[in-house]
């Protein structure tokens, strides 16, 4: 069982785990394994494709925090939605930019909702997990003149190409630059023989679920995230 602090919100006092069953067992288990971590409390994943999941943390006093619907894209039958608003580049071909992105790293991660006590750390560790860990042939990054508007890299997990975290700077936002990068994302997608690409979208974020639609993702099932005090041993 992976129970660890929550990526960017390890100040908080919960520990995240995966749930896709009922098990009261688990549920101490996962408590137990949260408090050696000094957590007193859990951040629960599960899915509404195991709805009987959330219902029993419900009963035990957790509380959704946050949803995500998680949609995929027939990258071959995508509409042509035009040219993008930004010239997007990867990281590939303009590698000095990779320095550019820090900064919208910082203000984009505490600004998505639910997620507001996000700290990505000091630069280096942000590199760590945020920029070395990705292709950087995938890792696309928008520019509106000389300056970095916006970035965003697809990865593949678990055999499946889903699209990382899509960060846009705050006073760039609403001018077209996440779809200028989703645009980019998927004419690569489809010039290396990707078939299909996923997304996550919090439900809050109606813009983003109103893009995804134009390009046509279909929503296949959604993540529910929900936080709560951790059993008594």
Request: charged share 25%; aromatic share 10%.
């Amino acid at each position: 069982m992976d129970v660890k602090p929550i990526p960017g919100l390890e100040h908080l006092p919960y520990a995240e785990v995966w749930f896709h069953e009922v098990d009261d067992e688990r549920w101490r288990e996962a408590s137990a394994k949260a408090r050696e971590l000094g957590k007193p409390g859990l951040e629960v994943w599960t899915t509404d494709r195991t709805p009987e999941v959330a219902e029993f943390f419900v009963e035990r006093g957790y509380e959704e925090v946050r949803r995500y619907v998680i949609s995929e894209l027939d990258v071959a039958a995508a509409p042509d939605l035009g040219a993008p608003a930004f010239e997007v580049v990867t990281l590939g071909e303009r590698p000095e930019l990779a320095s550019s992105l820090y900064q919208i790293a910082r203000e984009s991660y505490p600004d998505q909702p639910g997620r507001s006590e996000t700290s990505i750390g000091p630069a280096e560790v942000w590199r760590s997990w945020g920029l070395e860990p990705h292709e950087p042939d995938a890792y696309f990054v928008a520019l509106d003149g000389n300056e970095v508007a916006g970035y965003g890299f697809l990865a593949l997990e678990d055999g499946v190409w889903t699209h990382g975290f899509t960060a846009v700077a705050r006073a760039r936002r609403g001018r077209g630059v996440a779809g200028a990068i989703k645009r980019a994302q998927i004419d690569w997608a489809r010039q290396n023989g990707v078939s299909a690409l996923r997304t996550a979208t919090e439900v809050r974020l109606t813009q983003m679920r109103s893009l995804n639609r134009d390009f046509g993702f279909l929503p296949l099932f959604e993540e529910i995230v929900l936080r709560g005090t951790a059993a008594s041993p």
